[in-house]
């Protein structure tokens, strides 16, 4: 078999084929019908999206194509920040800043009745929660949080702690780590790119829209194994020791590795179970092949 080039070395075809666009989407589709058109834009089989938006929402919207879309698990706990207004349904007290603060914490959210996951009370961390601005009975809002957290829940219960009640008001969504709004591409851009590589060949514009899907990966732990390895690797083989050039250790938060040949490009996902310096033995235990 062929292993994948490295990312900087990847014609047109094989970017599109195991690519990242950081999308901004737009107000009005779902994240569903935003990927089914990116995936037909750039006549991939599959195109996936990183993390469900509203149909409202607007922001940061990674979508994976091709096989990258094998590799979607990695924004399941991913870190979001948003931007939203709050809408008091009275004028906000002076303390506004301080009742905020209090939900900057662990938090106690039951999904609402038309989300697609099984409604149960559940904890999700508000890692930073800022008030940006502040304009009559509205207060713009900045969220940092764990993955899977309501921001129009939290914004009920913040009205609720100030005693005016409050709803969301426009809601946008600035990072899925390790994506943010310093490089959001929009539909045009994309579609814009793609014209300009088929009809005049000019690639620069679409290998700015278009990222190496190891980009999405940066945030794990690296395991780099020997090109035999990964030739193993794609015949559903776990990664053993003698096949381990270098590992580092994952975090608690995310178990998660990633593995890569020598040239940086990716071969798997999988969890360290063993010692990569050990002479024999199992390492890396697959949980998604890439290649």
Same mark, same amino acid.
């Given at each position: 078999?062929?292993?994948?080039?490295?990312?900087?070395?990847?014609?047109?075809?094989?970017?599109?084929?195991?690519?990242?666009?950081?999308?901004?989407?737009?107000?009005?589709?779902?994240?569903?019908?935003?990927?089914?058109?990116?995936?037909?834009?750039?006549?991939?089989?599959?195109?996936?999206?990183?993390?469900?938006? /509203?149909?409202?929402?607007?922001?940061?919207?990674?979508?994976?194509?091709?096989?990258?879309?094998?590799?979607?698990?990695?924004?399941?706990?991913?870190?979001?920040?948003?931007?939203?207004?709050?809408?008091?349904?009275?004028?906000?007290?002076?303390?506004?800043?301080? +009742?905020?603060?209090?939900?900057?914490?662990?938090?106690?959210?039951?999904?609402?009745?038309?989300?697609?996951?099984?409604?149960?009370?559940?904890?999700?961390?508000?890692?930073?929660?800022?008030?940006?601005?502040?304009?009559?009975?509205?207060?713009?809002?900045?969220?940092?949080?764990?993955?899977?957290?309501?921001?129009?829940?939290?914004?009920?219960?913040?009205?609720?702690?100030?005693?005016?009640?409050?709803?969301?008001?426009?809601?946008?969504?600035?990072?899925?780590?390790?994506?943010?709004?310093?490089?959001?591409?929009?539909?045009?851009?994309?579609? &814009?790119?793609?014209?300009?590589?088929?009809?005049?060949?000019?690639?620069?514009?679409?290998? /700015?829209? +278009?990222?190496?899907?190891?980009?999405?990966?940066? &945030?794990?732990?690296?395991?780099?194994?020997?090109?035999?390895?990964?030739?193993?690797?794609? &015949?559903?083989?776990?990664?053993?020791?003698?096949?381990?050039?270098?590992? /580092?250790?994952?975090?608690?938060?995310?178990?998660?590795?990633?593995?890569?040949?020598?040239?940086?490009?990716?071969?798997?996902?999988?969890?360290?179970?063993?010692?990569?310096?050990?002479?024999?033995?199992?390492?890396?235990?697959?949980?998604? +092949?890439?290649?």
């Amino acid at each position: 078999m062929t292993l994948r080039p490295a990312p900087d070395e990847r014609s047109i075809p094989d970017l599109l084929a195991f690519g990242v666009v950081n999308l901004d989407k737009p107000p009005g589709p779902s994240a569903h019908q935003v990927a089914a058109w990116v995936r037909d834009l750039t006549d991939q089989e599959r195109a996936a999206h990183a993390g469900t938006l /509203d149909p409202k929402v607007t922001g940061c919207l990674p979508l994976l194509l091709g096989d990258a879309t094998r590799m979607a698990q990695v924004f399941d706990d991913s870190r979001k920040e948003y931007v939203a207004v709050l809408e008091c349904h009275g004028s906000p007290p002076a303390d506004l800043d301080s +009742v905020v603060a209090e939900f900057e914490a662990p938090i106690y959210q039951k999904p609402p009745r038309k989300s697609a996951v099984k409604r149960r009370l559940r904890v999700r961390e508000i890692h930073a929660l800022d008030v940006l601005e502040v304009d009559g009975r509205q207060a713009l809002l900045r969220v940092r949080c764990e993955s899977g957290t309501y921001i129009r829940k939290l914004c009920h219960d913040i009205g609720l702690a100030l005693g005016t009640g409050a709803h969301m008001g426009h809601l946008r969504r600035t990072a899925t780590d390790p994506f943010d709004d310093t490089t959001l591409a929009t539909l045009e851009d994309l579609a &814009d790119a793609l014209t300009w590589y088929r009809e005049d060949g000019d690639e620069a514009p679409l290998r /700015d829209v +278009v990222q190496p899907a190891e980009r999405a990966l940066v &945030d794990l732990a690296r395991v780099t194994i020997a090109p035999s390895a990964a030739e193993s690797v794609a &015949d559903g083989a776990p990664v053993y020791a003698p096949g381990v050039i270098d590992a /580092d250790q994952p975090d608690a938060e995310r178990p998660l590795v990633a593995c890569y040949t020598p040239n940086d490009a990716a071969v798997c996902l999988g969890r360290l179970v063993g010692d990569p310096d050990a002479d024999s033995g199992v390492v890396v235990e697959l949980e998604r +092949v890439l290649v």
